[in-house]
Antibody, heavy 118, light 111 residues
Framework: QVQLQESGPGLVKPSETLSLTCAVS?????????WGWIRQPPGKGLEWIGC???????YYNPSLKSRVTISVDTSKNQFSLRLSSVTAADTAVYYC???????????WGQGTLVTVSS | QSVLTQPPSVSGAPGQRVTVSCTGS?????????VHWYQQLPGTAPKLLIY???NRPSGVPDRFSGSKSGTSASLAITGLQAEDEADYYC???????????FGTGTKVTVL
């Protein structure tokens, strides 16, 4: 059974960089599939952040592209998100998920709340 | 930033049928891209409910069904149950944005 688990600081200061890791179990990240990050501000809807393939190929939401970096570590079976120059608007629950080849997210992590505040 | 529009809320009595619409454009739903649906129970992560417009993953009750026509898609819940009270999101791919887009979300309330 595929499982994903996000980890990282729950509090980040404005202008600093948010860093999260998603550990994958029950499935090799090196197999086919893209892996993605999605976020949800409190009380609001879902926003796609970006995706990465095990080869390192990435694509990002144009609205966040200048601040986002997603990387993969196949040896640890995990992938990571970095979002720079954060503001209060980046406060959200951040989810990692597996993107099926038919372009839907079939497995999700439980999510982790990141608050941007001084 | 959502490019897929859903009604904020729909409601129905137990046993009734409700539908949730998802309206897009020619660069997403109206193109060749499929629509997928997710159910988000309070305080939990989204769960895949419908994929490829009308397919149910294993374990999803057949009370849930999906369809797509033109630039819109719909999720139908028949025989509404109290446990169906949740937020529902549609999702597709948008060629103009070159990325994935979610709907604005719909809260389904069981009266």
């Amino acid at each position: 059974q595929v499982q994903l688990q996000e980890s990282g600081p729950g509090l980040v200061k404005p202008s600093e960089t948010l860093s999260l890791t998603c550990a994958v179990s029950g499935y090799s990240i090196s197999s086919s599939c893209y892996w993605g990050w999605i976020r949800q501000p409190p009380g609001k809807g879902l926003e796609w952040i970006g995706c990465i393939y095990h080869s390192g190929s990435t694509y990002y939401n144009p609205s966040l592209k200048s601040r986002v970096t997603i990387s993969v570590d196949t040896s640890k079976n995990q992938f990571s998100l970095r979002l720079s120059s954060v503001t209060a608007a980046d406060t959200a629950v951040y989810y990692c998920a597996r993107l099926d080849s038919s372009w839907f997210f079939d497995y999700w992590g439980q999510g982790t709340l990141v608050t941007v505040s001084s | 930033q959502s490019v897929l529009t859903q009604p904020p809320s729909v409601s129905g009595a137990p046993g009734q049928r409700v539908t949730v619409s998802c309206t897009g454009s020619s660069s997403n739903i109206g193109a060749v891209y499929d629509v997928h649906w997710y159910q988000q129970l309070p305080g939990t992560a989204p769960k895949l409910l419908i994929y490829g417009n009308s397919n149910r993953p294993s374990g999803v009750p057949d009370r849930f069904s999906g369809s797509k026509s033109g630039t819109s898609a719909s999720l139908a819940i028949t025989g509404l149950q109290a446990e169906d009270e949740a937020d529902y999101y549609c999702q597709s791919y948008d060629s103009s944005l070159s990325g994935y887009v979610f709907g604005t979300g719909t809260k389904v309330t069981v009266l």
